[in-house]
């Protein structure tokens, strides 16, 4: 099962920041946070990913809080193109025989007119 | 920028009829997994490969299932006899060291029919 938490949907006004949600109280030291969306059945498309500090690239931002138990992923200006569920995915750094991805329900983001 | 791809992009076929779904994975990555999506349910990991044999795989991944890599470039996933249930999205995905960031391919639609 994922161990991640996300409400199921979220709306966001188009050219407003969204920002999602998710908790992770269980998370490892050695694991990291990555994001992932999926635009209408397309394949997942990588976000960003990060360990406790904030990251930002040309996508989004990441913000970890300082206990590492929960995120937010910020699209700063979100468009229509930006509707999509989203999933924040906790797995962990390294090389081990167990790299697979489980992806949870994720966040159903409607951008909105 | 370098992307995973797959054909084909939509694929019908009888109940019984063997299948081969090809992808061609970003062209530095040695790890490399097919994932599903049955129609609005979550994606499932299938299997992981890597050094020309499977490195895990899921339950649903039965003798029905198998992967291969011919060629340099090419990653493929054979169902042998296909049933109603294996109509699902497809995707291929691949990272340079396997718990590095994996990328996803746009998707296979199988229709079962």
């Known amino acids: 099962d994922a161990k991640t938490t996300q409400p199921p949907s979220m709306d966001c006004a188009e050219g407003r920041a969204a920002n999602l949600p998710c908790n992770h109280s269980?998370?490892?030291?050695?694991?990291?946070v990555y994001w992932y969306r999926q635009i209408h059945s397309q394949g997942p498309q990588y976000i960003i990913h990060?360990?406790?500090n904030n990251e930002t690239n040309e996508m989004a931002s990441l913000i970890i809080t300082e206990d590492r138990k929960s995120s937010t992923l910020i699209l700063p200006h979100a468009t229509l193109r930006d509707t999509a569920v989203y999933y924040c995915i906790v797995r962990v750094a390294g090389y081990n025989r167990d790299d697979k991805i489980i992806f949870g329900k994720g966040t159903r983001l409607h951008i909105l007119p | 920028e370098p992307e995973v791809t797959q054909t084909p992009s939509h694929q019908v076929t009888q109940m019984g009829q063997e299948v081969i779904l090809r992808c061609v994975p970003i062209s530095n990555h040695l790890y490399f997994y097919w994932y599903r999506q049955i129609l609005g349910q979550k994606v499932e990991f299938l299997v992981s490969?890597?050094?020309?044999?499977?490195?895990?795989k899921s339950e649903i991944f039965d003798d029905q299932f198998s992967v291969e890599r011919p060629d340099g470039s090419n990653f493929t996933l054979k169902i042998r006899s296909t049933k109603l249930e294996d109509s699902a999205m497809y995707f291929c995905?691949?990272?340079?060291?396997?718990?590095?960031?994996?990328?996803f391919g746009p998707g296979t639609r199988l229709l079962v029919l």
């Open positions: 995905a691949s990272s340079s060291p396997p718990r590095e960031t994996q990328y």
């Open positions: 490969f890597y050094n020309n044999e499977i490195s895990e």
């Open positions: 990060g360990l406790k």
């Open positions: 269980t998370i490892s030291g050695n694991e990291y």
